[in-house]
């Protein structure tokens, strides 16, 4: 089966074919429009997104080595996301479902993030049923009890900012551009990590909340500036680290919880926030210290990519799991 994916939630204009679960083509464009804004414009996304299909899918076929006509059905994301740019992909989508007479299959983008452990790779286990998906996005942190490929229940999730959010945010106080995310990352290496200390949220249950460290680092840049006029240049590693540091933590105490009230083992991360090397570190070190199997995905699967979408449309294909023409995209689009 030859499944043509489309992505086009956020800022990345993407398109991937796949045969069956392995990725022939995975072509993403971003959108550089945003980093003079520090941050995701959505009228700007929209349109250039209206700009990148076409160019984005041509590429995704030809480098598959594939004609249109070959294609089995083509899958899209409806939601979550921005409402324009999820017009764009929907549209599209449904037009070539109609030129080419394929099926339509409509993905949710979340979803995506934790099926995209099992898109084939050489040497790489895919997640064994049930498994907990802890999800750390731009828009989302969740932590999900997956059960099988289309039965998902979520058993924690953040109250307010994102863990994404929380780095980019974070970021920007810092004054490094948008997005901040890997750049924390690459400076936090060179860091201590317990050179400063923030607070972390009393939240109860499984539950996540980050809008708390944002405003730790505000107070904590404004109060050190002042004493201090250099101090963000003379310490951004130390305070990268610091930062980092306390993320991973809140992020690991919940997922321990999650496993030790679940009883599963089997622990998987996605979405953009997992290419994070500190957490993938720190994670792995839960294999040795709880018995964990834990999964990762390949670097290019953690943002936003159409393969993770296509590899959904696989498993829907199978299952037959098709969308009519009055399908519409949805802003918020819940996972259970
Ligand atoms: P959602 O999936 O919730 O709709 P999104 O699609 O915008 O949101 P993703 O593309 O999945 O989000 O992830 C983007 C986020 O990942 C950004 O906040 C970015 O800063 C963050 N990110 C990417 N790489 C890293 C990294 N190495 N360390 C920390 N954060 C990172
Ligand atoms: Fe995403």
Redesign the pocket.
């Given at each position: 089966v030859y499944i043509i994916a489309i992505e086009s939630?956020?800022?990345?204009t993407s398109a991937a074919v796949l045969l069956n679960d392995q990725v022939l083509s995975n072509v993403v464009a971003n959108q550089k429009i945003h980093e003079q804004y520090g941050g995701v414009v959505p009228e700007l996304a929209s349109r250039a997104h209206q700009q990148n299909i076409v160019p984005v899918v041509h590429q995704a076929l030809s480098k598959a080595n594939i004609d249109k006509k070959q294609l089995s059905a083509i899958a899209f994301t409806r939601g979550?996301?921005l409402m324009g740019s999820l017009l764009v992909g929907t549209s599209f989508a449904k037009s070539l479902s109609l030129a080419l007479d394929i099926p339509l299959i409509e993905v949710n983008?979340?979803q995506a993030?934790i099926l995209a452990h099992f898109i084939k790779e050489k040497d790489t286990p895919k997640p064994e049923f049930p498994f907990i998906a802890l999800t750390i996005?731009?828009?989302?942190t969740q932590i999900v009890k997956v059960n099988n490929f289309f039965d998902m229940q979520i058993i924690g999730e953040t109250l307010d900012d994102?863990v994404?959010?929380a780095?980019?945010k974070s970021a920007k106080i810092l004054g490094l551009p948008y997005?901040?995310?890997?750049l924390?990352?690459k400076l936090a290496k060179q860091g201590n990590p317990k050179a400063f200390i923030f607070p972390k949220p009393k939240v109860q249950d499984l539950n996540f909340s980050f809008s708390g460290l944002k405003t730790a680092v505000l107070y904590f840049v404004q109060k050190q500036t002042k004493i201090q006029p250099n101090f963000v240049e003379e310490n951004l590693e130390d305070i990268c680290a610091s930062i980092q540091y306390t993320i991973i933590i809140i992020l690991m105490d919940k997922l321990k919880k999650a496993s030790k009230s679940t009883g599963i083992k089997q622990i998987a991360i996605g979405?953009?926030?997992s290419?994070?090397?500190g957490i993938r570190e720190v994670l792995k070190q839960g294999e040795k210290k709880y018995g964990w199997t834990t999964y990762v995905p390949k670097f290019e699967y953690?943002?936003?990519n159409a393969a993770m979408i296509g590899i959904v449309g696989y498993y829907k294909y199978l299952d037959k799991s098709f969308t009519d023409q009055s399908v519409a995209a949805k802003a918020r689009f819940s996972l259970s």
């Open positions: 939630s956020c800022d990345d979550p996301g983008h979340m993030h996005s731009g828009g989302h994102a994404g959010e780095f980019d997005p901040g995310g890997p924390v990352d979405g953009g926030v290419a994070n090397s953690t943002t936003d």
